[in-house]
């Protein structure tokens, strides 16, 4: 992968599930197939992805799924009510990662595209309430930092230090 920061995040995603979740299991994906639904697939997970619906509002097919584990990888940024999906979701286990609200950037909006934005940039108090409102107990969860050396200025070098990504293995 050219990307070495994209392969940093996939294989620090990839490592969270394999410790979380068995090899080989039954997986829905929230969001379209991406190259991570694909790295999974590889890994011997057998990956279905949602269908590209807003997930806002056309969730209930997805909430009583029979499937090992429900994967959301940063997708509940991008929606403006995520607590309905989290809530009527019924598989027993969740994986799912989110941006981190940086203090130094302001949430990421694509003026070009209305599905490239971030709704919500979380803090990790207010996802982990997210999830305890919706039944979820978190039983794992992990941050990372997300730098680029090759870029110059303060908030390049702030985002070596600064958590970026929170990823959470979660129990119904």
């Not at 929606?79 to 027993?92: D, K, Q, R, W, Y």
């Not at 305890?132 to 390049?156: A, F, H, L, N, Q």
Request: aromatic share 14%; hydrophobic share 35%.
């Amino acid at each position: 992968m050219k990307n070495k920061l994209l392969k940093k995040r996939y294989d620090k995603t990839l490592s969270f599930l394999n410790r979380n979740i068995e090899q080989g299991s039954k997986i829905l994906d929230l969001g379209t197939e991406n190259p991570f639904s694909l790295i999974m697939k590889e890994d011997g997970h057998d990956v279905e992805n949602t269908k590209g619906e807003d997930l806002d509002t056309d969730y209930a097919k997805y909430a009583k799924v029979d499937v090992n584990c429900i994967t959301a990888f940063e997708i509940f940024e991008h929606m403006f009510a995520p607590f309905n999906i989290l809530n009527e979701i019924e598989s027993g286990k969740l994986v799912a990662s989110v941006p981190l609200k940086l203090w130094f950037a302001s949430a990421y909006w694509n003026e070009a595209d209305d599905w490239d934005k971030h709704y919500h940039e979380f803090e990790i108090k207010q996802f982990d309430l997210l999830l305890k409102k919706t039944g979820w107990i978190v039983k794992d969860s992990e941050v990372w930092t997300c730098g680029d050396w090759k870029k110059i200025g303060i908030r390049p070098i702030l985002r070596h230090f600064t958590p970026r990504y929170y990823i959470v293995y979660c129990e119904k």
